[in-house]
């Protein structure tokens, strides 16, 4: 049986989760408006990737007996003051999500719920390498916002992440 104290942080996870594809969206779209195609293709391959996270969770609860509450998603930021601005934004949301899986995980701990602690090394994991790849587009955006044709290499190269990812 799941705690009641683990119960709620798991269902405000699946809501960051579900809200982080929401915003990752909301900046696929953005990069679909300035002809980004390849920034734009990465951020939508991200917010499938966050309904995934999202669905390990929900899955967790599942085989816990335990209820997943899907409340309704609060409007993501659909528009940007600039291409930066909107990378800064996914690398604050990166950096915000590997504290709420710390936070979690260091609950399961106290809680002892070890189920939940080993699900969560995957998560932990799997930060590292949301933190690393958003903090290297948010370096390079930064050193090529101000030059288009930098740029448009920059969303080319992006692009093709998710070309090599679905090999």
Known sequence: MIKPSILTALNAQIQHELSSAHAYRAVSLYFGLLNLRGLESFMARQAQEERMHAEKFICHLAARGGQADLGALPTP???????????????????????????????????????????????????????QWSGELAALTGQFHERPAELFMLDHQWGKRVEEKAL
Do not use: N, P
């Open 77 to 131: 930021v659909a528009t940007f003051a600039s291409v930066m601005a909107a990378v800064d934004a996914v690398h604050d949301w990166e950096c915000a999500t590997t504290d709420k899986i710390h936070r979690l995980f260091d609950l399961a701990r106290r809680e002892g719920d070890y189920a939940l602690e080993v699900l969560l090394h995957w998560f932990v994991a799997e930060q590292v390498e949301e933190e």
